[in-house]
């Protein structure tokens, strides 16, 4: 769909949508049918399809958490909403405070959610992997009533080859629209510097690289075990080994210092 859809007018030193475009986009809408009143958003993947989905894109949503739970710990209080998604704009995590979690659930946005127009209407994740141009929408240029209350900013996160690999949007009911698009900016940069990271370590094995790339991506030691049929005492092993092989003094630190090798 993105390759079929016209390049956007931006102003570059804003990020801001012309009218014109709105009007084009708020068009496609109508052909997709998509109503301003819809209360859900239309294409959510199924329980099964999402954990599918999420495993093929591990590497990124990794890099992802880290990288936003950065910002995170520096924004207490902040009501802002932190959305990720692959190349093709569906939601691979989001993370905001739990209520303002919830509250996107109930609407169907999540993991697995797509954001394209024919999903979400208009919105700044599919102008921005339509333009390859971050971009940012007020509350009243969402064609969804259900994303009026929100200003929305996102980035294209792009590998150092130059390859679009996914989305990054900061959303928030208030505060200035400038500073969420001067923010999402930099962390989509460092997040495109991640991806291009090929550097390898050797003597970590296929196993420990499993078990670290489920721990990074939030999972238990129990829920690691149950999945790779293994103990929980083999889960600490492996990841003990794998931080002592990259000289990390906790299994936490380990993470970021693997992602800056290549290893996830």
């Not at 880290?66 to 902040?78: C, K, N, P, R």
């Not at 929408?137 to 792009?158: E, K, M, Y």
């Not at 238990?220 to 103990?231: C, F, G, N």
Request: glycine share 8%; aromatic share 6%.
């Amino acid at each position: 769909m993105w390759k079929t859809m016209q390049p956007a007018r931006i102003a570059e030193d804003t990020g801001a949508i012309t009218r014109e475009w709105l009007a084009q986009s708020y068009e496609r809408c109508r052909t997709f049918a998509v109503s301003a009143n819809q209360e859900r958003l239309r294409d959510v993947f199924g329980e099964g399809e999402t954990k599918e989905f999420l495993q093929r894109h591990g590497r990124l949503l990794s890099y992802g958490r880290l990288v936003v739970e950065e910002y995170l710990a520096d924004l207490t209080g902040a009501r802002n909403l932190f959305l990720l998604t692959h190349a093709e704009g569906r939601v691979l995590g989001l993370w905001a405070d739990p209520e303002i979690v919830a509250a996107a659930s109930e609407v169907g946005l999540r993991p697995g959610t797509s954001l394209q127009e024919a999903s979400a209407g208009t919105n700044a994740v599919a102008m921005t992997l339509a333009t390859g141009s971050a971009v940012s929408l007020t509350g009243d240029q969402h064609l969804c009533h259900l994303f009026r209350d929100w200003s929305c900013a996102a980035a294209p996160i792009v590998s150092p080859e130059g390859d679009l690999v996914g989305c990054l949007d900061i959303s928030a009911a208030e505060g200035p629209l400038h500073e969420k698009r001067a923010l999402v900016r930099s962390m989509a940069r460092e997040l495109g510097r991640l991806v291009g990271s090929t550097r390898r370590v050797h003597g970590i094995t296929p196993r420990q690289r499993e078990v670290l790339a489920l721990f990074a991506q939030g999972a238990s030691y129990k829920e690691i075990a149950q999945q790779l049929r293994i103990s929980v005492k083999t889960v600490e092993e492996h990841l003990d080994a794998t931080r002592n092989k990259i000289g990390t003094k906790s299994r936490r630190a380990c993470i970021k210092k693997a992602i800056e090798l290549g290893l996830l």
